[in-house]
């Protein structure tokens, strides 16, 4: 099969590999989509994690091929979306009942750097990941459901519910995201903050209040009426958590869900003055995941958030533009089907 690896040098590469092995108890699927992550712009260049061959990609749906010995309820020609998550079962947090926060995550959930992930033509997969795409939900749509679920955590994490006012900054893949599941919850006093204008324009074809850097505190207090009941993170940036506790109200909850490249700094005297909460949200539930499926066969997730679909050769390149400052993507999918 085909399949993107990161070489050594820590680029993309297409290569030909060994079709994967269905074992007893394993799924076969032939990759329909796989969405790149913003976790996977990072995890190329991460050496300390991500050897050379690795096969990156955990957004996953495709076509089933064929199944292991064992496997009930799945048969060849479904369609399925599969959750990336594999948990030991053993460790501290999966017996806390956190499975997706296991501590061996890393080694085991697919594309993560050591098990293969969906940037492939194949992969064979657990069966308790997959759930099955609805007929009228197309491909395109469906590879949208992991990253709706990591919003509906962060939704989760916020603890907000239908009158509250929220602020994202951050208005990419996940700040998107993290508005659509607010607005399928039913919360709707929702702004987002981005410094590129094309995000901004994006948010505001998605019905979303979108504002820029400049007076900030005063744009996002106009919009919503008052200050935000919670902020959430989710540009990576290493100014914004002190922007968040900045912005966010008394009593009010931060949720800190990107990734920035080095410590951060906010002033602790709000935090204290204000008793704000201030939470972080990795990754996503099995029970979220299930949750962001019904909710785009249901209608409620646009597919034009999905900006490029394009194929596996084009994934480096893609890395790199992802990866640049002012760049014009929302959602960008690869086709391994595409040659």
Request: aromatic content about 2%; hydrophobic content about 45%; glycine content about 10%.
């Amino acid at each position: 099969m085909q399949a993107v690896v990161v070489t050594p040098e820590r680029r993309l590469v297409v290569e030909e590999l060994a079709d994967p092995v269905l074992e007893p108890g394993t799924v076969m699927l032939r990759v329909e989509r796989c969405g790149i992550c913003g976790s996977d712009l990072h995890l190329r260049s991460e050496e300390r994690i991500v050897a050379p061959g690795a096969v990156l990609g955990h957004e996953i749906v495709g076509t089933v091929l064929d199944v292991g010995a064992g496997v009930a309820g799945w048969a060849p020609g479904d369609r399925v979306a599969s959750y990336h998550a594999v948990s030991c079962g053993t460790c501290e947090r999966c017996t806390a009942g956190r499975p997706h926060m296991c501590a061996q995550a890393l080694q085991l959930s697919l594309g993560l750097g050591t098990t293969q992930g969906g940037y492939a033509e194949q992969i064979v997969v657990p069966p308790v990941l997959l759930h099955a795409i609805p007929e009228h939900v197309s491909f395109d749509e469906a590879a949208l459901t992991e990253p709706l679920a990591i919003g509906l955590h962060g939704v989760n994490q916020a603890e907000v519910a239908p009158g509250d006012t929220v602020c994202i900054l951050g208005a990419g893949p996940i700040g998107t995201m993290l508005a659509l599941a607010l607005r399928v919850r039913g919360i709707d006093d929702v702004v987002l903050v981005d410094p590129n204008p094309f995000r901004r324009e994006a948010a505001a074809a998605l019905g979303f209040w979108a504002v820029d850097l400049d007076e900030v505190e005063t744009a996002v207090t106009k919009v919503l009426g008052g200050t935000p009941r919670a902020v959430l993170e989710a540009s990576g940036h290493i100014t914004s958590p002190g922007l968040a506790v900045q912005l966010v109200g008394p009593t009010g909850r931060v949720v800190l869900q990107g990734r920035p490249p080095a410590p951060v700094e906010f002033d602790q005297r709000l935090v204290v003055s204000k008793e704000l909460r201030i939470v972080g949200a990795v990754n996503c539930t099995a029970p979220e995941f299930a949750e962001a499926l019904d909710h785009i066969a249901a209608g409620q997730v646009p597919v034009e958030v999905v900006s490029d679909v394009i194929s596996l050769a084009g994934a480096d390149a893609m890395f790199d533009e992802l990866l640049s400052p002012g760049n014009t993507h929302a959602k960008v999918l690869l086709d391994p089907t595409v040659r």
